[in-house]
């Protein structure tokens, strides 16, 4: 079936490391990607988004790439901060207006 | 900054009971989601919500679920016979004409007893 899942559970850095958390995802129709951040007691997050059309999208501190081939997506946060702990969830829309199709999230630690 | 707000944000109700989720989304948006994430798992889709009339819904929204959006303001998620697997977080996301970033509020965390 469809579903987009994460390859990691946990993940621990430094902090004023980069970090890469990876997502995989199996709706070759998917359209548009979002990476959200989720802390504790709050709702998702928004971070960052690509479409399909591309492969690399940069905002502040963070890139998302696409890896259409693979049906890959990363976010890289640069110099990553403790306020950046949290769980990341990338998720899927195919279809503009259309349900947001999370996947499991990996729980960032930003060791001081 | 204008946001997504739900009340209450925690809500305790005996298994068999009705509960009603309210959310105030953002005033301009048009588009409307209802998403639960039970403990420890991810969001899942519950319904989406356009022009008074629900656009797309999931397995999980059967017929002991509604939505509403009863005055210009509040978009409601009503679970008529709450069961103990209803127990988890409900978010409400809005959407604006442009682009496609919903905004979540910050959940209601819903226990069936």
């Known amino acids: 079936g469809e579903s987009v899942g994460l390859h990691l559970p946990t993940l621990s850095v430094q902090e004023g490391d980069n970090s890469i958390i990876n997502c995989a995802y199996s709706?070759?129709?998917?359209?548009?990607f979002i990476w959200y951040k989720q802390e504790s007691g709050k709702g998702p997050q928004f971070i960052i988004d690509i479409r399909s059309n591309m492969d690399k999208r940069q905002g502040q501190r963070v890139t998302v790439l696409l890896n259409k081939t693979v049906k890959h997506l990363s976010l890289q946060i640069a110099a990553t901060q403790p306020g950046d702990s949290a769980v990341y969830f990338c998720?899927?829309?195919?279809?503009?207006?259309?349900?947001?199709?999370f996947g499991k999230g990996i729980t960032l630690s930003v060791r001081p | 900054e204008p946001e997504v707000t739900q009340t209450p944000s925690h809500q305790v109700t005996q298994m068999g009971q009705e509960v009603i989720l309210r959310c105030v989304p953002i005033?301009?948006?048009?588009?409307f989601y209802w998403y639960r994430q039970i403990l420890g798992q991810k969001v899942e889709f519950l319904v989406s919500f356009y022009n008074n009339e629900i656009s797309e819904k999931s397995e999980i929204f059967d017929d002991q679920f509604s939505v509403e959006r009863p005055d210009g303001s509040n978009f409601t998620l009503k679970i008529r016979s709450t069961k103990l697997e209803d127990s988890a977080m409900y978010f409400c996301a809005s959407q604006g004409l442009a682009g496609n970033e919903q905004f979540f509020g910050p959940g209601t965390r819903l226990t069936v007893l």
């Open positions: 709706n070759s129709a998917s359209d548009y």
């Open positions: 998720a899927e829309i195919a279809g503009a207006n259309s349900k947001l199709t």
């Open positions: 005033s301009n948006h048009l588009y």
